[in-house]
């Protein structure tokens, strides 16, 4: 991790735990899993003769409390009404308070996780790959396995991001700007809240300093129960910062319904900034490790090339030339590191062309099948051919060493030598195949009874 510590860390509510995060991790924000402290409920107070109305007021003080004053005077008048303050549990959890109550870790961005169960665990990242029984050996061995597996899941979905598209569900503009900025998965996310403003009655309620200050409130559903809560959102317009006391943005990085019925009612639905679009739900973000092909050790050798190179170009480069002179040299690395790459025996770089032209060697390069061309028979056209052929390459290399002619003349002359003969050989082909057709035999001496000049001319 490069010496970063992580920005927040979720755990059972374990003393040890607790006690361990704090030493080696004293800035991360550590919070406990709230569905396993509901789980415990019916094991800590279940013996009370009013378990059920204790059960549900608590759900209402935990979920419902709109502020950390709200849940303070909430929580007192729970314990106070049921006479819980002999309870060491409820005791524990209130003085531990701000590590699990929502109110009190919603000003955190968790990317919207709520709890450690398993469905958002790192146990549902290798089911399937990893089981009670596996062995550390075999888990490393499952580990690169289990990444690409999730490469492949991934580019699935960024396959169907790029090329399917969503219907919005409203004519505002706003929705259209997600629509195209975000993953098909965070749209449809944002989806339900654009479809939840029907629910919402928006109000405005004062002016306070240079903040307006709005009412909202939403005819929710809970626990089968429907209720009215009310959301007080600001909104700064110079800087068009808005904030909901509800949180969403700020936990999970999504404009919750009520910004955006505050946005209806203030005319401005045809667009939001680009920092209410968070980079890690756009679909054109390309993570590191979907780049990995062969585990872990070249997922180390990638982050060590991409720092490097944000390094040189964050402190080297303080003009265009410098630029142009990082880009060439990329360029030519680039080049370098393909050539060696398993296709190099088949593909070459051709230097007299451009980098971006490649050259196909010829098929002798390559293996065929069936029987090799030199064991293959032939016929005896071919073979006065390649008589022929032989014959004046002989002739060829014997004028060339005997003259010793320049390097143009050597380059030309042989050249135009070696067309004519072959138009000649060429031609006899022909005159000996039509030769062929009329008598059945080919000889040395019907052929030489063709005139050269009608050869060439041919």
């Avoid at 665990?121 to 690409?148: A, P, R």
């Avoid at 720092?307 to 002179?325: H, P, R």
């Amino acid at each position: 991790m490069h010496g970063h510590a992580p920005n927040g860390i979720i755990t059972d509510d374990d003393k040890a735990m607790k006690n361990a995060i704090e030493v080696a991790f004293p800035k991360a924000r550590h919070r406990w899993c709230l569905w396993h402290i509901i789980q415990k409920i019916p094991e800590m107070l279940g013996r009370r003769s009013c378990y059920e109305s204790i059960k549900t007021l608590m759900h209402d003080v935990v979920y419902d409390s709109q502020s950390k004053s709200d849940f303070m005077e909430r929580w007192g008048n729970m314990i106070e009404h049921y006479k819980l303050h002999d309870n060491e549990w409820l005791k524990e959890l209130f003085d531990e308070r701000y590590r699990w109550v929502p109110v009190y870790v919603k000003d955190t961005f968790w990317a919207g996780l709520s709890t450690t169960q398993r469905k958002e665990s790192i146990y549902s990242f290798f089911d399937g790959y990893v089981s009670s029984n596996t062995t550390l050996k075999q888990f490393v061995e499952q580990y690169d396995d289990v990444l690409n597996d999730k490469i492949e899941k991934e580019s699935m979905t960024d396959f169907d991001s790029f090329n399917t598209t969503i219907a919005c569900v409203s004519h505002f503009g706003f929705e259209v700007q997600f629509q195209k900025a975000f993953t098909n998965a965070k749209f449809k996310e944002f989806q339900v809240e654009v479809s939840s403003m029907m629910y919402c009655n928006t109000s405005f309620e004062r002016l306070e300093d240079l903040n307006s200050i709005f009412s909202v409130t939403e005819n929710k559903k809970v626990n089968e129960k429907i209720k009215d809560m009310v959301f007080k959102v600001s909104f700064y317009e110079k800087d068009f910062k808005l904030q909901c006391t509800c949180r969403l943005f700020e936990f999970k990085g999504i404009l919750c319904r009520h910004i955006l019925c505050v946005l209806k009612l203030i005319g401005k639905t045809d667009s939001v900034p680009p920092y209410y679009i968070l980079s890690r739900w756009r679909k054109y973000v390309k993570r590191r490790y979907t780049l990995i092909k062969r585990g872990f050790e070249e997922l180390q050798r990638v982050n060590k090339a991409c720092d490097a190179f944000y390094e040189v170009a964050s402190t080297s480069i303080n003009s265009e030339e410098d630029l142009l002179k990082m880009m060439n040299w990329i360029k030519d690395l680039k080049n370098v590191l393909t050539c060696k790459g398993p296709s190099s025996r088949i593909i070459e770089e051709n230097s007299s062309i451009p980098n971006h032209v490649t050259r196909i060697l010829d098929s002798a390069v390559c293996q065929s099948n069936g029987c090799p061309p030199s064991k293959r028979k032939t016929s005896d056209i071919d073979q006065i051919l390649k008589k022929k052929l032989a014959r004046n390459k002989t002739q060829k290399n014997n004028q060339e060493n005997k003259k010793g002619q320049s390097q143009e003349e050597g380059l030309c002359t042989p050249i135009v030598q070696e067309v004519e003969e072959h138009i000649g050989d060429i031609s006899q082909v022909l005159y000996c195949t039509q030769t062929i057709s009329q008598n059945g035999s080919c000889s040395e001496p019907v052929l030489a009874q063709h005139n050269r000049n009608d050869q060439l001319s041919s």
